[in-house]
């Protein structure tokens, strides 16, 4: 007699994978390792026609994808997330390759993505004779033979650019892969030492965290954990932020006493290690024109234990609150908009996304902005600019025009400024620029403005 209940069941398991749209259903109830890499590229096909329009910046366009297929599970969102990414990163690139392919094109960059991030026995299955043919005359392909940009997967303007700077091929190199995660303890609650040692323990030490090389208050993971679920990062000892981003708090400096503004404190990053630095003393500011964004700083500011914040939605970089606290300050920060371009290994998507034209905007943000911020500056006090970028239109250009229109300010050099706070930077003249291939660290430029007394 035949087991009706294992047919049926047969039966259904089968159904369940033919039927799927989106390759969602088909990890309940795959067969194989071949069904589960075959459902996986179903998805990626369907997720890079919604990316690659480049419509919303890939993050929220993965966040919405990832709430309309509720049934992936983590490590789905992961590896998807991961394998996205990794295309971004060398779009141009791999778009070279695919122009030989046949049949889809989002097939075709999903295949390749995942050889990236999976490897090639991964997809041997499913692949069909001429795409097998078609990879292996692509992983033979000299990457010395191909133009500058597209092996290194830049916009022509963008790729014009950045070969102009120094050591350009290590730079954009280390542009195209991926980040660590850095974290950063909260001084009011945690020495680094103590928290490393901590972490030497369960849920922490598969991350194999280590000290950051130069900040004093860093923390390097080795993997990307669900650090929201960490002791640690619930009760606020420990927050994300980018050893970078870490070493301009540094060079703001603030002192207990002082009256601080954060003058495009975004969600806040930056404004918890100052209130931290000031001990939650003195008064700082954190300015936004985003309600949206200092939002999403309230829950960070209540685990910080900070009392010393005042978050305050701005209407522009000239509205009546900033102009009330003329020459009062005796620091701010200017973190401004920017292109993000020091950021690809994280956002790779800013450069499909970025123009020639957005830039300009940008540029002429970034001046206004800078000396609005500048008339809250007391004398003696310190205005300290930065951006994510490695533009020097938006750095070292920007900062000179500033300085051509503003004598009450002169530039200090950076480096000198941190004392004993952060060791190990040098500097060729008086700016701070980090690099990933030097660094470590996202691209950030960094200039310390000072206004004279008299």
């Known amino acids: 007699m035949v087991d009706r209940r294992k047919k049926t069941g047969a039966a259904r398991d089968s159904r369940s994978v033919r039927a799927t749209k989106n390759g969602t259903a088909a990890f309940k109830k795959v067969r194989s390792p071949a069904d589960y890499a075959n459902a996986r590229l179903q998805q990626l096909q369907r997720v890079l026609t919604e990316v690659l329009k480049f419509k919303h910046p890939a993050d929220a366009v993965l966040s919405h994808w990832f709430r309309d297929n509720r049934s992936l599970g983590l490590r789905d969102r992961g590896e998807i997330a991961e394998t996205v990414f990794e295309i971004l990163r060398h779009l141009r690139r791999y778009r070279h390759f695919a122009q030989s392919g046949e049949g889809s094109e989002y097939r075709r960059l999903a295949l390749l993505g995942l050889t990236a991030t999976k490897g090639e026995d991964y997809i041997a299955e499913l692949l069909t004779p001429f795409e097998a043919e078609w990879l292996a005359h692509v992983k033979a392909l000299p990457l010395d033979s191909m133009p500058w940009e597209v092996r290194h997967s830049?916009?022509?303007?963008?790729?014009?650019?950045?070969?102009?700077?120094?050591?350009?091929?290590?730079?954009?190199?280390?542009?195209?892969?991926?980040?660590?995660?850095?974290?950063?303890?909260?001084?009011?609650?945690?020495?680094?030492?103590?928290?490393?040692?901590?972490?030497?323990?369960?849920?922490?030490?598969?991350?194999?965290?280590?000290?950051?090389?130069?900040?004093?208050?860093?923390?390097?993971?080795?993997?990307?954990?669900?650090?929201?679920?960490?002791?640690?990062?619930?009760?606020?000892?420990?927050?994300?932020?980018?050893?970078?981003?870490?070493?301009?708090?540094?060079?703001?400096?603030?002192?207990?006493?002082?009256?601080?503004?954060?003058?495009?404190?975004?969600?806040?990053?930056?404004?918890?290690?100052?209130?931290?630095?000031?001990?939650?003393?003195?008064r700082?500011?954190?300015?936004?024109?985003?309600?949206?964004?200092?939002?999403?700083?309230?829950?960070?500011?209540?685990?910080?234990?900070?009392?010393?914040?005042?978050?305050?939605?701005?209407?522009?970089?000239?509205?009546?609150r900033v102009k009330r606290l003329a020459a009062k300050a005796e620091r701010v920060l200017v973190d401004a908009p920017c292109s993000g371009f020091g950021t690809l290994r994280r956002n790779p998507d800013m450069k499909w996304r970025q123009s020639p034209e957005a830039l300009a905007e940008i540029k002429d943000l970034q001046q206004s902005i800078l000396q609005s911020a500048a008339r809250c500056v007391a004398p003696g006090g310190r205005l300290v600019y930065s951006t994510c970028s490695i533009l020097p239109e938006e750095n070292e250009q920007q900062v000179q025009q500033f300085l051509a229109n503003h004598p009450d300010f002169s530039l200090m050099n950076a480096v000198a400024t941190l004392g004993g706070r952060v060791k190990g930077l040098s500097s060729e003249d008086y700016f701070l620029r980090l690099r990933p291939d030097v660094h470590g660290t996202d691209g950030f430029f960094v200039a310390v403005l000072e206004r004279r007394t008299a």
């Open 284 to 320: 700082l500011y954190a300015f936004d024109v985003s309600e949206a964004r200092l939002a999403r700083a309230r829950p960070r500011l209540s685990r910080s234990g900070l009392s010393n914040v005042t978050p305050v939605v701005i209407a522009n970089e000239n509205d009546a």
């Open 154 to 282: 830049l916009p022509d303007w963008l790729a014009e650019r950045i070969r102009a700077l120094p050591a350009a091929d290590s730079l954009v190199e280390a542009l195209n892969t991926k980040a660590p995660l850095d974290l950063r303890v909260n001084p009011l609650k945690i020495q680094r030492e103590e928290a490393l040692k901590q972490m030497q323990a369960e849920p922490y030490a598969a991350a194999e965290p280590v000290a950051t090389p130069y900040s004093p208050w860093g923390i390097r993971l080795a993997n990307k954990p669900a650090i929201n679920l960490w002791p640690l990062f619930k009760d606020g000892s420990l927050e994300v932020q980018d050893e970078g981003s870490q070493i301009l708090c540094a060079l703001v400096g603030p002192r207990r006493s002082d009256m601080v503004i954060d003058f495009c404190a975004g969600a806040g990053g930056k404004t918890l290690l100052l209130g931290a630095m000031m001990r939650s003393a003195g």
